[in-house]
């Protein structure tokens, strides 16, 4: 598995970058106690959903109640515009973290594994500003997390489904800017830049599911990024094949030390995410080593 991943020269290039302050500026370091952690709001968590092999056994004979072809993209009414939330996400810092942390091992999804598929939003602009905000369309986990997902991507794989990454590590900047072009009625489905997202840590990854035959994205009860009711994990409306696709790609996770947010069914975070510090380092600067 180690050799199979693609290692990627991040320490290095961070300690060169004056937003990298927060991270220790040694090798790695070893897995820290649970004493020496970062004091944190303890994440709401969902209770653990039925198992993958429960789950399979539910799948409905037919789709007979109407699941769309697919759902249009949702868009907010951003409060600024692009130009002016980018100044701002430039000058602005990532907030001080107290602690010790692993050193950063970023690993990029879909390489090695061309199975994984990737449709990354926020390099393209089909996403809910209408904007891209990466210029390359790439995916990162910290190395744990990455190794859960080649595994999620097995179990899957089994079955005649494949894992569509539409996001994971996401440079805090990018956090920054989403929280301060999104309406304050909206701002549950983003991140506080003044606390950061397990997303800048490298432990979130947001995903759903296609056809492995097809290559079809799976049809959902909602679109990604949707901020609605039906983006709950435990939303009861939609098709009965729409959210047993949504429950089996969560079990899927579960089994492999991830949880979903209670109002994304899109997003999971990686158990390992306290480890690691927030990151503000682009795409561009995640170099790969062998
Ligand atoms: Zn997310």
């Known amino acids: 598995m180690r050799k199979s991943l693609v290692r990627l020269a991040v320490l290095g290039m961070a300690l060169a970058t004056p937003a990298m302050a927060i991270v220790p500026a040694r090798g790695a370091a070893p897995p820290q106690g649970a004493e020496s952690r970062p004091a944190k709001v303890p994440p709401k968590v969902l209770a653990k959903g039925p198992s993958f092999d429960e789950v399979w056994k539910l799948r409905p004979a037919a789709d007979t109640d109407g699941t769309p072809e697919s759902i249009p993209t949702f868009r907010i009414k951003p409060l600024k515009p692009v130009d002016e939330l980018r100044a701002e996400a430039g000058r602005a810092r990532p907030p001080h973290e107290k602690g010790a942390f692993r050193a950063p091992d970023l690993v990029e999804l879909g390489v090695t594994d061309p199975t994984i598929k990737r449709d990354i939003r926020y390099a393209t602009t089909n996403n809910f500003v209408g904007t891209a905000f990466y210029t390359q369309a790439r995916a990162f986990l910290q190395r744990p ?101 949504r429950d089996l790609l969560r079990a899927a996770m579960e089994a492999e030390g991830f949880w979903v947010n209670d109002n994304e069914w899109w997003h999971f975070d990686h158990q390992d995410f306290e480890h690691y510090p927030i990151l503000d380092v682009p795409f561009e600067k995640l170099g790969q080593t062998r």
């Open 145 to 245: 997390a990455a190794e859960a997902v080649v595994r999620v991507q097995a179990r899957l794989r089994a079955r005649g489904f494949g894992l569509l990454i539409h996001d994971a590590y996401r440079p805090w900047a990018v956090t920054k800017m989403f929280w301060d072009a999104t309406p304050e009625a909206q701002r549950g489905f983003v991140a506080n830049p003044a606390k950061g997202s397990r997303h800048n840590r490298g432990c979130a990854v947001d995903l759903s599911l296609y056809d492995l035959k097809t290559g079809t994205p799976i049809v959902m009860p909602s679109g990604y990024d949707e901020f609605s009711d039906r983006a709950s994990p435990t939303f009861p409306g939609g098709s009965a094949l729409a959210r047993w696709h």
